[in-house]
């Protein structure tokens, strides 16, 4: 049978499940999750070049846009600030 990447490890599973039912104590029940967490870690990949720089441009292109968006808005917002409150301070 061919198991997907994303499916746990059926022998973890089948631990944690016995486990579960025997109650063990703190430090047992600790150890299987660091154990469950190195399991899910080996199904990471790392992404090539290629994908990094991609990535990364996709990440900095929507900061700059989301950059733009915010100062229109603050700027617009100003303005109806200051056409609501008057022009500006006097003192």
Request: proline share 2%; glycine share 6%; aromatic share 12%.
């Amino acid at each position: 049978m061919a198991t997907s990447v994303d499916e746990p490890n059926e022998d973890l599973v089948a631990k944690a499940r016995r486990d579960r039912a025997a109650r063990k104590n703190i430090f047992s029940r600790m150890w299987l999750f660091i154990q469950q967490v190195f399991a899910e870690l080996k199904k990471v990949t790392t992404p090539s070049r290629s994908e990094l720089v991609k990535f990364t441009t996709v990440v900095l292109a929507f900061v700059v846009v989301m950059m733009g968006i915010l100062w229109v808005l603050d700027w617009a917002f100003g303005l109806l600030m200051i056409w609501l409150f008057g022009g500006g301070l006097t003192g």
